[in-house]
């Protein structure tokens, strides 16, 4: 017998009520719970959190503390790139203008409606890289096939291969914050993956990654 999937819930946790009206209408549509604290953990759940704030970084470990597996979607009344940027390093999983908020919620809700609320992996022990900066590891991740964990100012960070040529980036140096591939020299944002120089013409991959009850987790980002 096939079990039956929890309902998804979208946690808003912003005072907005242009994102409020959106959040109730894709919730409406969707057959979401629409909830203004905490669901019960284990829940398939959207966070949907104002990005432009401050306290980004004790916001989103709020958010992974109390739900670890959450999607956590940030919208921006305004188009400033770097917000927007301090933003994904937070750890977001998007973020997204506040007039795109609805199409992004309702992929989200469907993704994770559909079964896919597990999506963090644990890949290691934190007492494996514990005191450790820069490079930590590369590791296998299923549907992401080998990422290299970095742990980069404070937080961790997971890049895939690059993208010129699939060479795993966790041999390469590593210089203010930014990770040059050991093969033909592009150079990505290692907080962001952002392609800073070629030949490779794409970003890296990038998913957050988190610690959390002794385990290290890397959230994929599709
Ligand atoms: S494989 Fe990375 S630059 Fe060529």
């Not at 908020?101 to 290691?124: K, Y």
């Not at 990422?147 to 040529?165: D, I, M, N, Q």
């Not at 140096?173 to 794409?202: K, W, Y």
Request: proline fraction near 7%.
């Amino acid at each position: 017998m096939e079990r039956a999937l929890a309902q998804t819930v979208v946690w808003l946790l912003a005072e907005d009520r242009a994102a409020e009206r959106a959040a109730a209408r894709v919730c409406n549509e969707s057959g979401a719970g629409l909830y203004r604290t905490p669901p019960p953990s284990g829940t398939p759940c959207v966070v949907l959190a104002d990005a432009s704030g401050d306290g980004l970084a004790g916001l989103v470990d709020q958010v992974r503390g109390a739900l670890p597996e959450a999607y956590l979607l940030g919208f921006m009344a305004g188009p400033d790139p770097e917000a927007w940027r301090l933003a994904e390093r937070a750890g977001f999983d998007e973020v997204v203008s506040r007039g795109a908020l609805g199409p992004s919620l309702r992929r989200a809700i469907g993704r994770l409606s559909e079964g896919e609320g597990v999506r963090a992996h644990a890949i290691c022990d934190a007492q494996d890289v514990a005191g450790r900066i820069g490079f930590l590891m590369d590791v296998d991740v299923p549907g992401l096939g080998q990422v290299s964990l970095f742990r980069e100012k404070g937080r961790l960070v997971c890049l895939g291969t690059c993208p010129h040529k699939g060479v795993s980036l966790g041999r390469g140096e590593v210089e203010e914050g930014v990770v040059t591939c050991p093969a033909h020299g592009s150079r990505f944002d290692l907080l962001t993956g952002e392609r800073v120089r070629g030949p490779s013409d794409f970003d890296a991959p990038c998913h957050p990654a988190y610690e959390q009850a002794g385990r290290i987790w890397v959230l994929p980002r599709t």
